[in-house]
T-cell receptor, first 112, second 113 residues
Framework: GENVEQHPSTLSVQEGDSAVIKCTYS??????FPWYKQELGKRPQLIID?????GEKKDQRIAVTLNKTAKHFSLHITETQPEDSAVYFC???????????FGTGTSLTVIP | SAVISQKPSRDICQRGTSLTIQCQVD?????MFWYRQQPGQSLTLIAT?????????ESGFVIDKFPISRPNLTFSTLTVSNMSPEDSSIYLC??????????FGPGTRLTVL
């Protein structure tokens, strides 16, 4: 099955700086890559996603890039704010289109 | 998206007992899933809840321990049977809508004493 690795496990940045979280996947047939933000005690929330036919997608301060050849994708948050502090999970969807494989998560802390 | 609710939101149970968690969605969805998230960990898929047929379980999870019902396209239950402290976790249901987007319920925080 699919194997998704995520780095780093923890990340601290100063407010206003950028944050980058990287994930790699193993199954070349995976074709959908969402990112979830989970605040403490809350449910995971979908914040951005990218399909395999697109190399980059941006939504205000967040962007995701995908390199299919290298089988890795990254989340970029610019101009970070304290409310960006949370755990972020990447995921890859299997070629059957049903099962999500989640990364191990990155705990992001934005220091005011 | 979809509006998803879960009941109970939390519970404290004695070992050896069972707890049934309910998941309700505000619209009909084909795919519903049950996940477990242990403290500080990622999300682990327990099973896919299939409407009208038996759930599809992931490796390490069995029907006797985690029986699942899916009577219709808006509702599912997960039972955690014969609980032990190792079952203490957050249990989340999720639904897949549109292309591949998956949305999560608020979770049920279970503590087993």
């Amino acid at each position: 099955g699919e194997n998704v690795e995520q780095h780093p496990s923890t990340l601290s940045v100063q407010e206003g700086d950028s944050a980058v979280i990287k994930c790699t996947y193993s199954d070349s047939a995976s074709n959908y890559f969402p990112w979830y933000k989970q605040e403490l005690g809350k449910r995971p929330q979908l914040i951005i996603d990218i399909r395999s036919n697109v190399g980059e997608k941006k939504d205000q301060r967040i962007a995701v890039t995908l390199n299919k050849t290298a089988k890795h994708f990254s989340l970029h948050i610019t101009e970070t704010q304290p409310e960006d502090s949370a755990v972020y999970f990447c995921a890859a969807i299997s070629n059957t289109g049903n099962q999500f494989y989640f990364g191990t998560g990155t705990s992001l802390t934005v220091i005011p | 998206s979809a509006v998803i609710s879960q009941k109970p939101s939390r519970d404290i149970c004695q070992r050896g007992t069972s707890l049934t968690i309910q998941c309700q969605v505000d619209s009909q969805v084909t795919m519903m899933f049950w996940y477990r998230q242990q403290p500080g960990q990622s999300l682990t898929l327990i099973a896919t809840a299939n409407q009208g047929s038996e759930a599809t379980y992931e490796s390490g999870f069995v029907i006797d321990k985690f029986p699942i019902s899916r009577p219709n396209l808006t509702f599912s239950t997960l039972t955690v049977s014969n609980m032990s402290p190792e079952d203490s976790s957050i249990y989340l249901c999720s639904v897949k809508v549109s292309y591949n987007e998956q949305f999560f319920g608020p979770g049920t925080r279970l503590t087993v004493l």
